[in-house]
C-alpha cells in the first residue's frame, strides 16, 4: 500500500514537473514573440520618423525653391515695370517737345527750311527772313546793297542745329562779304554754349557766345 502510494506521488510530480515545464516554455515562446513585436514596432518607428524628416527636407527645399522663384518674378516684373516707365517717360518727352517745336533740324541740314518759314526779330529789332529754299532777306546788310545771302548747315549736336549765316554785297571792296555763326535750338532743347532751354524756338546768330543773350523768336 505504502509503494503504491510513493508510485502515484511519483506519478503526480512528474505531471508537474511537465506540466510547469509545458507553461514555462509557452510563456517564454509569448516573451520572444513580444520581444519580435516590440522589435518590429521600434524599426515601424524608426522607418516612420527617417520618413517624417525626409519628407520634412523635401517640404523645406520646395519651400525654398519656390520663394526663390516668387523673389526671381517679382525682380523680373519689376525690372519689366521700370522700364516701361522709362519708355513711356521717353515717348512722353519727345512728344512734348514735338508739340512745343515745328522746327526739324535734320532737314535743316539738308536745305529745307520749311519749318523755320517766315520773319524772326530779336529784341534789338534785328530781323531775318526764311522761306523752304533759305534766307530772303534781313536787316543786317543796313545801307548796303546785298547780292546773295545763304545759311550753310555744320551739324545737328544735341539737338541744336549748327551753321552759318552769309552775306554777299554787291560792290567789290574787301568787305563785300560778311559771315556769322547760327544756332536754331527747338523749344524745349538747350542751348550750345549757356545751356538755356527756352519754351518757344529760337534762333541765335552773332560772332561769339553774346548772341545767345538776344534771341530771335518768331515774328509770324
Known amino acids: 500500500m505504502k509503494k503504491q502510494w510513493m508510485t502515484k506521488s511519483a506519478m503526480v510530480l512528474v505531471a508537474a514537473s ?7 516554455n509557452q510563456t517564454n515562446r509569448a516573451s520572444g514573440v513580444d520581444s519580435s513585436q516590440a522589435k518590429v514596432e521600434q524599426s515601424s ?3 516612420s520618423a527617417k520618413t517624417n524628416k525626409n519628407n520634412t527636407k523635401a517640404s523645406s527645399s520646395a519651400m525654398s525653391q519656390s520663394g526663390e522663384e516668387t523673389k526671381s518674378n517679382t525682380e523680373s516684373q519689376s525690372a519689366t515695370a521700370k522700364s516701361a516707365e522709362n519708355e513711356a517717360a521717353e515717348k512722353k518727352e519727345e512728344a512734348t517737345q514735338s508739340a512745343a517745336s515745328a522746327i526739324d533740324v535734320n532737314a535743316l541740314l539738308n536745305g529745307d527750311y520749311s519749318s523755320i518759314a517766315g520773319t524772326w526779330k530779336d529784341d534789338e529789332g534785328h530781323f531775318v527772313t526764311f522761306d523752304a529754299n533759305g534766307p530772303v532777306s534781313s536787316s543786317f546788310p543796313g545801307d548796303k546793297k546785298v547780292k546773295q545771302e545763304s545759311m550753310q548747315g555744320h551739324a545737328v549736336t544735341a539737338g541744336v542745329y549748327i ?3 552769309g552775306l554777299l554785297f554787291e560792290d567789290d571792296s574787301e568787305n563785300a ?5 547760327v ?8 542751348s550750345s554754349y549757356f545751356k538755356i532751354v527756352r519754351d518757344q524756338d529760337a534762333i541765335y546768330m552773332g560772332q561769339g557766345v553774346d548772341m545767345e543773350n538776344h534771341p530771335y523768336y518768331r515774328a509770324n
Open 177 to 181: 562779304s560778311a559771315a556769322w555763326a
Open 163 to 165: 551753321g552759318s549765316y
Open 18 to 24: 511537465l506540466f510547469l515545464g509545458a507553461c514555462s
Open 183 to 190: 544756332n536754331v535750338v527747338p523749344a524745349g532743347v538747350a
Open 45 to 47: 518607428t524608426k522607418t
